[in-house]
């Protein structure tokens, strides 16, 4: 199964937009803007070719959320790896490689996620052309609990959902392949907005899950390549029907969605 992989601005792991462009302020003006609590790190890509060179490392002293704000206005992509010590929470591995192209005015990418414990480096890979790298770096901390309900996920615990959340349904992938099939719809009969916390605990194969409605469409809210678990999601919804889908192949182990209205 061939499919292209979309990610949208959630909490998604836990906050786990992987990436996406999205405006960083609204005000007109080239580059990104002042971002309270964001330290500024700023690597030129008109100096010299990059291969995997460490630019920025923290030590995080307990779980955190980061978040990064990414803008590159070089016309070569950018590689950026940002990894830690331990595998991260709803990922195979520890790490995530984003590719950073050319961007203008305000817009940028994203990266929101939350890293246990340990050392926190990002290494740049470039060829050597005009521009600069802008990267804007922020930490939250994480409540304790929520990190330990999400590590349990995490180990395969699937059914540990946020408080105020109810099983929608739980799927067994395995020997399972369909595309877009609905495996769970609700009716809104006015706007509103709902929750959402969607966990797999797939090892092998390909799968990802969207959410589909009335003019609106979430691509791979979780996927087994890179963010296995989407965790309160909120979703402000238009009045109609909405199907959550799976798409399936070669996957193995368990699917479960959790609903908060």
Do not use: W
């Not at 964001?38 to 990059?50: F, M, P, Y």
């Not at 409540?143 to 395969?156: P, W």
């Not at 929750?195 to 979430?218: A, L």
């Amino acid at each position: 199964m061939k499919k292209t992989v979309f990610t949208i601005l959630i909490i998604c792991l836990v906050a786990g937009i992987p990436l996406m462009v999205l405006d960083m302020n609204p005000a007109t003006g080239g580059g990104l803007k002042t971002l309270p609590g964001h330290s500024k790190i700023v690597v030129g890509t008109n100096d010299k070719s990059r291969e995997n060179e460490e630019v920025f490392s923290t030590v995080l002293k307990a779980p955190t959320f980061v978040d990064l704000y990414i803008q590159s206005d070089s016309k070569e992509t950018v590689t950026l790896e940002i990894s830690s010590d331990q595998r991260i929470i709803g990922k195979r591995d520890n790490k995530y490689v984003l590719y950073i192209n050319k961007v203008s005015g305000n817009s940028g990418y994203s990266l929101n996620q939350l890293f246990g414990p340990g050392n926190l480096t990002i290494r740049m890979t470039n060829e050597k052309s005009p521009g600069k790298l802008d990267i804007r770096y922020s930490e939250r901390p994480a409540d304790a609990s929520e990190y330990e309900r999400l590590s349990k996920i995490d180990s395969g615990d699937l059914n540990n959902p946020p408080e105020g959340y109810y099983e929608a349904c739980r799927i067994d992938l395995s020997g399972l392949n369909c595309n877009e099939e609905p495996v769970y719809s609700f009716t809104l009969d006015s706007a509103q907005t709902i929750g959402i916390s969607i966990y797999t605990d797939t090892e092998q194969g390909e799968m990802s899950v969207d959410i589909i409605g009335p003019g609106t469409n979430f691509f791979a809210v979780v996927n087994s390549v890179s963010n296995r678990i989407c965790d309160q999601l909120q979703l402000a919804l238009d009045k109609g029907t909405y199907e959550v889908r799976l798409n399936s192949e070669n996957a193995d182990g368990q699917l479960y969605v959790f609903i908060k209205k």
